[in-house]
């Protein structure tokens, strides 16, 4: 069972950096393609990144690619996000969530999928 927790949320003015961190306390986390998501107030939700768990392909949406980093540490149970270069478009609700990667071909960051979900933490970026 996966219990997901999201950290490292705060306030930056525009141009700073953000780490994130969404931690497992559960114990599943090696069967997982893990994504990062982010939903500011009145627009959808948006998947910003995806890696996947046994072939390491990463995916960024184009509003984020050259600015954002995924990665994950399984021995650690958490995947981050690192965010430079940060813009005020960027203030958002960010969720990390997960699917199973353990079934045939599940392994893949193809934008759907995802059942677990973390409660979010708000990043802020000031002009």
């Known amino acids: 069972q996966l219990q997901l927790v999201e950290s490292g949320g705060g306030l930056v003015q525009s141009g700073g950096s953000l780490k994130l961190s969404c931690t497992d306390s559960?114990?599943?986390?090696?069967?997982?393609?893990m994504g990062w998501f982010r939903q500011a107030p009145g627009k959808d939700r948006e998947e910003i990144s995806c890696?996947?768990?046994?072939?390491?392909?990463?995916t960024y949406a184009d509003s984020v690619k050259g600015r954002f980093t995924i990665s994950r540490d399984n021995a650690k149970k958490t995947v981050y996000l690192q965010m430079n270069s940060l813009k005020p478009e960027d203030t958002a609700t960010y969720y990390c969530?997960?699917?199973?990667?353990?079934?045939?071909?599940?392994?893949?960051?193809?934008?759907?999928?995802?059942?677990?979900w973390g409660r979010g933490t708000q990043v802020t970026v000031s002009s």
């Open positions: 969530a997960a699917k199973s990667a353990y079934a045939y071909r599940s392994d893949r960051c193809d934008g759907s999928g995802f059942t677990s």
């Open positions: 559960g114990f599943s986390f090696d069967y997982y393609v």
């Open positions: 890696i996947t768990r046994y072939d390491g392909i990463t």
